[in-house]
């Protein structure tokens, strides 16, 4: 079994790829948003999240859509306008 990432690095990382693709959060109810963030404590690729949402914000471009490897990609685009 794989050991959960840090809480507050993870809900961080969820909120900034929300914001990077243009997700919002806000309605998300309280259930939902736990299963969301255990989902991104869950991932393999915290640092290569970081990587690319320095990219995106550096830029100034955001991004698109999640990277592939997002536990969260579906729910971020369900969450887009």
């Not at 693709?21 to 393999?44: H, I, K, N």
């Not at 991004?63 to 490897?69: D, I, L, V, W």
């Amino acid at each position: 079994m794989r050991t959960l990432g840090d809480t507050n690095t993870h809900v961080f990382l969820l909120k900034r790829m929300a914001r990077a693709t243009g997700a919002d959060l806000s309605p998300m109810e309280e259930a939902a948003w736990s299963a969301a963030v255990t989902r991104c404590r869950s991932c393999a690729c915290p640092g290569l999240c970081e990587a690319k949402l320095e990219t995106a914000e550096r830029t100034g471009d955001g991004m698109s859509e999640a990277p592939g490897f997002c536990e969260n990609r579906d729910l971020l685009r369900s969450l887009r306008p």
